[in-house]
């Protein structure tokens, strides 16, 4: 198993159940992230077989290709952010007003717009994956999560390293093409969320995260 992990999803997504793939067609499986890094992190995994073993820079300069990935991408990403609205809508006051208002059966255009989910939710691939297959990340943006234990966990999402979908094709001279994995991955961290900065004392930057989070979801 080891890097090649996620090609048994590939291949035999039927076998598995919902909890563990989301869902599956001919040419995507979407599955849940063993290892979270975040309230909620998602895998997009693309099953064109000239594909899956390529590294996402050279799979994506397939424009056809990147745009079937990222249609499929930003269709994830919106079930994702349904489940995001499960999980921490009814918390939100707006939220409350917005079910409010579906009970007192007003015209549409009286609708509070609800918070939009789908802007709290990233879509990318890692500069220098760790897994073989071809694989997209669709992760809530508060990385807080108990499986976040190292360094380079937060900082694979929250630095250079992490390249969203929508910077797809790379330009021939991004820097990001020659990733300085140690540089990215060692860099002092930065809340995602307010900029302060924590050097290299992840547990304060624990600490701050779950209180971020508590913030964030409620918002
Ligand atoms: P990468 O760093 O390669 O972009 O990310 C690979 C992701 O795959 C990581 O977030 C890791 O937690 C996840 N992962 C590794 N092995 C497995 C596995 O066997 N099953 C699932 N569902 N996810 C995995
Ligand atoms: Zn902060």
């Not at 500069?127 to 807080?144: E, G, K, Q, T």
């Not at 937060?154 to 630095?159: E, G, K």
């Not at 140690?182 to 600490?207: A, M, P």
């Amino acid at each position: 198993n080891g890097r090649d992990g996620l090609g048994a999803y590939i291949a035999e997504p039927e076998t598995y159940p919902s909890n563990v793939v989301v869902n599956h067609n001919e040419d995507f499986v979407a599955i849940y992230d063993m290892f979270p890094k975040s309230s909620l992190h998602l895998l997009l995994l693309p099953r064109d077989p000239t594909k899956t073993r390529l590294h996402p820079f050279d799979a994506f300069e397939d424009a056809e290709f990147l745009t079937k990935v990222r249609t499929e991408v930003y269709k994830l990403r919106t079930l994702a952010a349904a489940e995001l609205r499960r999980k921490y809508g009814k918390d939100s006051a707006q939220e409350q007003a917005r079910q409010a208002a579906l009970i007192a059966d007003p015209a549409p255009e009286e609708l509070p717009a609800g918070r939009d989910w789908e802007k709290e939710i990233m879509c990318g691939v890692h500069a220098v994956p760790s897994m073989n297959h071809l694989h997209v990340h669709v992760i809530a943006v508060d990385r807080y999560s108990e499986r976040l234990k190292h360094r380079k966990h937060y900082n694979s999402f929250a630095t250079p390293f992490f390249v969203p979908i929508e910077d797809f094709p790379l330009a021939e001279d991004d820097v990001r093409r020659h990733p300085t994995r140690e540089g990215y991955l060692k860099s002092d961290f930065v809340c995602w969320r307010c900029g302060e900065k924590f050097g290299n004392k992840f547990t304060q930057l624990k600490e701050h995260l779950e209180r971020e989070f508590e913030e964030w979801r409620r918002l």
